[in-house]
């Protein structure tokens, strides 16, 4: 059984499709990468996922660790496994960063039947996870994201992950307007996160991450459809030849619209 | 007007009543400070909505009501009934029952000169003489008229020069249930010394139910270069009518901050006052009003800068569901001879519901022409985005709003300074907002998508 297991998925937004027919099916262990042009529907397959209400499905079903995943809840879906780091993080004036990870992390663990954790016992996991991601305790204090420059926005994603333990991480254009420095570090937090017992979903529109993070499948999103997989080196291609060629082709093997 | 004056009578039987038997009575001065506030109460009657400053509170409720002024201390609480509004740290508790001073309840040590007013009127009245009244304009508001009239007990707090009181004062104040509609005017006046630094809260509680009026007036003194925290909490049940006044005079660098806390009641009305009299004065104005089911919150500030160099801050959020009506009403004068006067406003609200509604009013009045006066308001709802950002981390939609409305809230909790006070009221802002969110269920389908927020702003 797969970890993720997406069949012949439609959304639509305000009235407009979105996705017209996603299939995909991510075991545990493994790294995809969707890639696509803007507006092919990558961050809303991203979202769907995570359950953002304001996506409806029309037809398909998602099946998570073999369960309904488009029965559940935003929050019943974080508690079954599933983390979406944002491709715009929300800012929280007045809750600080470490209450609302620790508040996070002791809903999934209630929900799951295990005591919630003090904050004796919270530290010092977190202060590795900090390290991991090169982040300073004391930003923890201030309130979730505020104030923060878009780099340290996008590690204190991959910090929630970290925290969190996702069995399925969605990287949602993490990549999108980070510097070097700020990539690296962010890909050195996910690589860490690779594991047998974990799956990514990483959907970015540049390929530049993926020299860091190398995934197992690359699939192309045109047009709410994947028009091609295929491994790391689609990628690359990719990068070489831009996204153009892709789109022609996909047009013409397109059923003719109504 | 006929409204509004339409129990007179019923207010002159409990006035004549009250004349017989009112401490203090045989002091010229005191009888004519009553009387002259009475007569100006029957000369005004109760405030319309015609009235400006009453535009978006209509009182007719309270005067259609014939409150009677409880019987000499019938009703008598247990300690135990009141140990669930005790402030842990609190350095003395002054205890009220329907406005007469409970003895028993209370716990003032020799540290604190603290009384009820009563006890001082009749003790030494030369310690209330030239203070009492003098602050407080009775042709300001009715209802400061009507409590002045019958001005007798409430607490008495004297810090003197240099001494600073490390805990709070708490004053409680609590109305009962009685065979007919119950009113208590609560008199307080809190005099500091120069030099002195102290936190009073004073904090309004009704048991049980059916309609109670506690119209409550302080008059607080602020000496030179004293540091006060003042905290008005008032948390009456839904029949409650609560009218507050708070003057506050400041002397020369007196730096004086102003925290209320509304949680609940079916009528309030807030009134702070502050005169920044002495130069270089500095005034904190903080507020935070929750209002749910049909409860209508009004708060009315009438800052005055009347020296140079003087500085305001007035932060006030509301958080309002069901059917609730907040009002701010923010009026900022500077006078002429206030010169450098740097005065700021800002109002923020959350509005949970579609009905909740609230009316947001600055007015600036300046005399004087080097200045800096800012104003600003918002009105809001919960964000979609941050309520997702939280349920997609785990924590359930009830918790998630819980969450963003304690954040909304502790922007006024982060302007008190640490302590027993302000651990006290954090509190009770906890648990009121943690059984707001519980009630309030998730949105209904159809409803509308969120809005942005609107926002307004003015530099004056």
Known sequence: MSLLEIKNLHVTVAGQEILKGIDLAINSGEVHSIMGPNGSGKSTLAQVLARRETYQVTRGEVLFDGKDLLAMKPEEAACEGIFMAFQYPVEIPGISNTYFLRSALNAIRKYHGQDEMDAMDFLPMFREKLKLLDMEEKLMNRSVNEGFSGG????????????????????????????????????????????????????THYQRLLNYIVPDFVHVLVDGRIVRSGGAELALELEEKGYGWIENEARQSAPASV | MTTA????????????????????QDLPWLRKLRADAFARFCETGFPTTRDEDWRFTNVAAIARTRFQLPP??????????????????????????????????????????????????????????????????????????????????????HVRRGTVLEAPVHLIFISTESDQPAMSHPRNLLVFDDESEATIVEEYFSLGSGPVLSNGATELIAGENTTVSHYMVEREHGEAFNISTLRIQQGRSANVA???????????????????????????????????????????????????????R???????????????????????????????????????????????????????????????????QIEENALFYLRSRGIDEAAARRLLLLAFASECVQRMRAGAARAHVEQLIHDYLLSLAQAHGPRSEGQEPVEGERSLEEVG
Do not use: W
Not at chain 2, 86 to 109: C, D, H, T, W, Y
Not at chain 2, 141 to 148: H, Q, R
Not at chain 2, 329 to 352: F, P, S
């Open chain 1, 152 to 203: 340290e926005k996008k590690r204190n994603e991959i910090l929630q992950m970290a925290v969190l333990e996702p069995k399925l991480a969605i990287l949602d254009e993490t990549d999108s307007g980070l510097d070097i420095d700020a990539l690296r570090i962010v890909a050195k937090g996910v690589t860490a996160m690779r594991s047998p017992e974990r799956g990514m979903l990483v959907v």
């Open chain 2, 5 to 24: 004056i339409e129990n007179l009578a019923s207010y002159l039987d409990s006035f004549t009543a009250f004349e017989k038997r009112a401490a203090g």
């Open chain 2, 72 to 157: 000499m201390r019938t009703v008598r609480l247990a300690t135990p009934e009141i140990a669930p509004l005790r402030l842990p740290g609190a350095g003395a508790r002054l205890v009220f029952v329907n406005g007469q001073f409970a003895e028993e309840l209370s716990q003032i040590p020799a540290t604190v000169n603290a009384s009820s007013l009563k006890q001082k009127i009749a003790n030494s009245p030369e310690a209330v003489r030239g203070v009492l009244g003098h602050y407080l304009e009775i042709e300001r508001d009715p209802f400061t008229a009507l409590n002045t009239a019958f001005a007798e007990d409430g607490a008495y707090l």
């Open chain 2, 258 to 312: 102003s925290h209320s806390l509304l949680l609940g009641g079916g009528l309030v009305r807030n009134n702070v006052h502050p005169v920044l009299a002495g130069e270089g004065g500095e005034c904190l104005i903080n507020g935070l009003f929750v209002g749910h089911g049909r409860e209508h919150l009004d708060n009315y500030m009438y800052v005055e800068h009347a020296s140079p160099h003087s500085s305001s």
């Open chain 2, 314 to 380: 007035q932060f006030y959020n509301g958080i309002l569901d069901g059917q609730a009506h907040g009002v701010f009403h923010g009026r900022i004068v500077v006078h002429k001879e206030a010169q450098k006067t740097d005065a700021k406003q800002t109002n923020r609200n959350l509005l949970l519901s579609d009905d909740a509604q609230i009316d947001t009013k600055p007015q600036l009045e300046i005399y004087a022409d080097d200045v800096k006066c800012t104003h600003g308001a918002t009105i809001g």
